[in-house]
C-alpha cells in the first residue's frame, strides 16, 4: 500500500518536511518512490508547494494520504481539484475555483490567528490583574456569633 506523508529534514528543532509518494512498510525517514511536495512549518503562514498533478495521480491510484497531509492537500486545493476533474469542470473553472478556496482559507487562518493573540493578551491581563489586585480581608467571624443577651 502507498501512503502520502510527511518525510522529516533540516536541522534539530528546525524541521522542515518533504511530502512523499511512499510503501507503508518503509521507516519515516527511508527510501521513497517520488516527491509530491514540501513543508516548511517554521514560517508563519508556513509554506506549502504540491505538484498538484502529481499528488492527484497517487491519490487516483490508491495512495492513501496522512491526517496532516489531508491537511494540507485541502488547504492548497488539491482535493477541491480532484474532486472538480471528477465532476468534468474546465480547467479555467478549476483554476477560479481553486483560487477562491485558497483566499478563504488564507483570511481563515488570519482570523484565527489574531483571535488566538487577542486571547492570549487577555489571559495576560486577568493574570496581571489578579496580581496586582488587593488581598480582600475577611471580617472577624466571632462578634457575629455571640449574641447579646438583654438582661
Known sequence: MVKLRLRRKGRIHNPVYDIVAVDVRVKRDGGYIERVGFYDPN???SKVNFEADRAIYWLNNGAQPTERVK????????LLRRALQF???????ILSDVEK???????????????????KAAKIKAEQDA???PAVEEAPAAAEEAPETEA
Open 87 to 93: 465532476k468534468g469542470k474546465s480547467e479555467e473553472e
Open 101 to 119: 478556496h485558497k483566499q478563504i482559507a488564507k483570511a481563515r487562518y488570519e482570523r484565527r490567528a489574531k483571535l488566538r493573540v487577542e486571547r
Open 71 to 78: 491537511l494540507l492537500l485541502s488547504y492548497e486545493g488539491v
Open 131 to 133: 496580581k496586582n489586585a
Open 43 to 45: 514560517t508563519t503562514p
